[in-house]
């Protein structure tokens, strides 16, 4: 026959189960300073979006296959859906909504602007206040120049990804510009020295962001914009 006592002992007395452990975790995110008091199991990705509401980093595979979720760590492109919040403790974190106002690599002053808002992926549209803005008509703050080359070679359709594009695209211009070499580049080329983006660079840096409508030809135009 089955026994009436609960686990834990006779009586009843059982043992509460174990407390998630929790750290105080400070970010500087998007030029803010965000301290949060965060489960160890969270990732970046969902802190983002859940707690600080920067949706731009969207999640698509969860596991670190996808692109969707690139976000910049100290000017880096990583994938947030693989990183624990609170192994970045005292990290500077730019997302799509940050880079509004930043120079080619992500340098300037970040902010969370409307046009950075809106390439989303939630609204890129030509009409009304949300096409106003993305194209500088509603006076929102002025786009990086990665987003703008993503609007003038129109290279989106449902803008899911967008945003992990983008943030990508701005680490590939930084990695370039600091000498750091990728698969196809050649082996003869001068070590530190810039790298520079021909498409096959921009498409084997960037073959870590999926795109499942299709539209690599026009971000590698757009990226080869900003790049010359």
């Known amino acids: 026959m089955g026994s009436d006592i609960p686990d834990g002992g006779a009586g009843g007395g059982g043992t509460a189960p174990p407390v998630p452990p929790r750290s105080a975790t400070t970010l500087r995110v998007n030029g803010d300073t965000r301290t949060l008091d965060l489960d160890h199991r ?39 859906c693989l990183l624990l919040a609170v192994a970045l403790d005292g990290c500077e974190v730019t997302t799509v909504e940050g ?23 939630r609204g890129l549209t030509d009409e009304g206040p949300i096409g106003e803005r993305c194209t500088g008509g509603g006076g929102g703050e002025e786009l990086h120049p990665v987003q703008r080359a993503f609007l003038d070679r129109d290279a989106f359709q449902c803008g899911y990804c967008t945003p992990g594009q983008i943030c990508s695209a701005v680490g590939v211009l930084a990695e370039a510009a600091g000498g750091h070499p990728s ?16 498409p096959e660079e921009i498409r084997e840096r960037l073959s870590g962001n999926l795109c499942r409508c299709g539209a690599y030809p026009r971000i590698v135009e757009a990226v080869e914009d900003v790049a010359r």
């Open 99 to 121: 880079l509004t106002g930043a120079g080619p690599a992500g340098e300037g002053r970040p902010g969370r602007g409307l046009a950075g808002e809106e390439l989303t992926g």
């Open 42 to 80: 969270r990732v970046l990705l969902d802190v983002l979006r859940e707690d600080l509401d920067l949706t731009g980093a969207k999640k698509g595979c969860d596991h670190g296959q996808c692109g969707a979720c690139t976000v910049l760590v100290d000017g880096r492109r990583v994938n947030s």
């Open 183 to 198: 698969h196809v580049t050649p082996p003869a080329a001068p070590s530190g020295r810039p790298v520079p983006l021909t």
